[in-house]
DNA sequence: GTCTATAGGCTGATAGAC
DNA sequence: GTCTATCAGCCTATAGAC
């Protein structure tokens, strides 16, 4: 199957708004990108607002739904963590541009998208944090530990995971996934 | 001392960027948020990029000198990089708004200090992979660590500090340290 | 040091010819 | 489905009165 013209232009637009961001993005800086004039642009797609809108929510859709299988399935509290960085490393590879978006500039989304975005973000960390609190009671995790915390510190690796996957395309997945499972688990020093 | 009008102008201005983005905050943004025109601003300022220039290099220019004590401390290996997980707790406290920005819109930048800016970043990353490095000779890192990977992580957590800090400010500074060490030194797992 | 007025450029989006 | 032409609005920054 040949890709759509609209999915071209959401792809420019997506290593476009990566890296100049999604304000200082012209329609012309996107139109140029595909080779046609802006005006054009809009025989393909509604406004550049809605480019990022399904940009972000094809992100954020793939997370929960990523997270509602770990969550469902029969895994150990602990292989479930293991699982979640897999999907994080599945969908930084898969969504390569598009998934930097997630880090700043889903703030351009307008009502009501933005509400609802914030819902799924929100929904997200409340499952990730069920599964470190089980962690906890089952004393795979210490009882002082401040799992909010080490959900954020988590998380924050995890979303900035494309900008250190870029610069090292050399490290296969599987053995980005195992190295990431070290030391964002087990920590750094011995 | 009072603080300068043009001091009070980079607080909300920080406060703007980091809420908006660099380019989503007009001049007429920054002056209502001091109670002037926009082009009385031109008063205290040169350019809306002098004032984006300013808050980076402050910040940038406090981790290169925090960085250049611990480097030249006495401190063992292991000591350095707890004292560089409190200097991010420190200056994520103190510069609360501005430090926002080091995560995304420095890339709003123009040159040179675009390049100025990111030469100071790369040799703090080279100064703290440095010391993960000595660490890792002293053993007290494993040999199959990847210490690259357990940089960008401990960046990524530390950079998006601020985030979390502000949705929990009764952690006080002492404990949020002691609990950051845990967990990106140590990490999470039992 | 503030204001009003305005220059000059760029923006997202539309209309209509082909 | 592409183009040219254009609109209406916003932007940063400057000029000059007070």
């Not at 541009?97 to 703030?107: F, K, M, N, Q, R």
Request: hydrophobic fraction near 40%.
């Amino acid at each position: 199957m040949e890709k759509s013209k609209k999915q071209i232009i959401k792809e420019a637009s997506a290593k476009l708004f990566r890296k100049k961001g999604f304000n200082a993005t012209s329609m012309q800086d996107i139109a140029a990108a595909v080779g046609i004039k802006a005006a054009s642009l809009y025989n393909h797609i509604g406004s550049k607002q809605e480019l990022l809108k399904e940009l972000l929510f094809n992100i954020a859709n793939a997370f929960t739904s990523g997270m509602n299988d770990i969550e469902a399935s029969t895994l150990s509290n602990i292989e479930k963590l293991e699982a979640l960085i897999d999907l994080h490393v599945d969908l930084t590879i898969t969504y390569r541009d598009s998934i930097a978006l997630i880090t700043g500039e889903w703030v351009h989304l307008e009502e009501p998208d933005l509400k609802n975005y914030l819902k799924l973000r929100t929904q997200y960390e409340a499952q990730f944090l069920n599964i470190l609190s089980a962690c906890k009671k089952s004393k795979h995790i210490d009882k002082n530990t401040n799992i909010e915390l080490a959900l954020y510190s988590i998380l924050s690796s995890l979303h900035w995971l494309y900008s250190w996957y870029n610069k090292n395309k050399g490290v296969s997945k599987i053995e980005l996934a195992k190295q990431l499972k070290v030391t964002l688990l087990k920590g750094v020093i011995i």
